[in-house]
C-alpha cells in the first residue's frame, strides 16, 4: 500500500566511510543502468552508468558494479562527505536491439553523513 | 543557466481545474521525457518526444493528460480536471540522441497538489 512506498532503505554513515548502495533489477534484457543522486526538492542527478557488456566501471569517488547472474547493481562512494546526502536511485535503460527511451527506476535508498 | 527548466516550480489547484506545466530542454536535445514522481517513489515514466513525435506514453497517461512539443523545442504538459490522486511531482529531462543511449539530464520539477 502507499505506506510501503514510503519506508525507503537507509545507510546512515560517518564522513569518511565507505558507502555501498544497493539495488535489484528486473529486466535482464535492459542494455544501460544509471545511477541518480536526487537531493531534497531538486531533479534526479546523473552519477555514473555502466552497461550490460561491463562488470564494473570507476568515476570520481564513485565505483559502479553490475552482476547481471544476480541482477544486483551496486554503488560504492569512496570516503563519503556530508553533501553526498541525499537519495541515491538506480535506474535502467533500453532493451538490446531496441530504441533507448524511457528510464526505469527502482526503489531508492535515502543515505545520510553524519559529521 | 543552461539546464533543463520548469516552470512553474510549485502549483496548488483544487480539483476539476486545469493545470498546465512547462518544460525547456537543453537547447541541443532533441529527446525530451516527462515523469512523475510521488513521495517515497522514483520517478515513473509518462511519455517523450523526439523532437516533435511523441514517440511513446505510458499507460499511466490517462485521458485527461496530453503533452506537446510543436516544434520541437520546449514541451507542455497538460492535466485536464484535476483529481487528488494527480499530486506528484513533475519532472521534465531531454537527452541528445535518436537510436542509442545518451545520459537524460533533470528539471528541478513542478510540484503539483490539487486540494
Known amino acids: 500500500g502507499e505506506s510501503v512506498g514510503l519506508h525507503l532503505p537507509t545507510l546512515s554513515v560517518q564522513e569518511g566511510d565507505n558507502s555501498i548502495i544497493n539495488c535489484a533489477y528486473s529486466?535482464?534484457?535492459?542494455?544501460?543502468f544509471i545511477w541518480y543522486k536526487q537531493e531534497s526538492g531538486k531533479g534526479p542527478q546523473f552519477i555514473i552508468d555502466i552497461r550490460s557488456n561491463m562488470d564494473k566501471r570507476q568515476g570520481q569517488r564513485v565505483t559502479v558494479l553490475l552482476n547481471k547472474t544476480v541482477k544486483h547493481l551496486s554503488l560504492q562512494i569512496a570516503a563519503t562527505q556530508p553533501g553526498d546526502s541525499a537519495v541515491y536511485f538506480c535506474a535502467e535503460n533500453g532493451q538490446i536491439g531496441t530504441s533507448y527511451g524511457k528510464l526505469t527506476f527502482g526503489q531508492g535508498t535515502i543515505l545520510t553523513v553524519h559529521p | 543557466d543552461t539546464g533543463v527548466s520548469q516552470d512553474p516550480r510549485h502549483k496548488i489547484t483544487k480539483r476539476g481545474q486545469n493545470v498546465t506545466f512547462r518544460c525547456d530542454p537543453i537547447s541541443e536535445h532533441n529527446r525530451l521525457y516527462w515523469y512523475r514522481q510521488t513521495l517515497g517513489q522514483g520517478p515513473e515514466f509518462l511519455t517523450y518526444?523526439?523532437?516533435?513525435?511523441?514517440?511513446?506514453k505510458s499507460r499511466l497517461l490517462s485521458d485527461r493528460f496530453s503533452a506537446e512539443r510543436p516544434k520541437g523545442s520546449f514541451s507542455t504538459l497538460e492535466i485536464q480536471r484535476t483529481e487528488q490522486g494527480d499530486s506528484a511531482m513533475y519532472l521534465c529531462?531531454?537527452?541528445?540522441?535518436?537510436?542509442?543511449?545518451?545520459?537524460?539530464?533533470f528539471g528541478p520539477g513542478t510540484r503539483l497538489t490539487v486540494l
Open positions: 518526444f523526439q523532437n516533435e513525435a511523441q514517440l511513446e
Open positions: 529531462a531531454s537527452s541528445l540522441g535518436a537510436t542509442t543511449y545518451n545520459e537524460q539530464f
Open positions: 529486466n535482464s534484457a535492459s542494455d544501460y
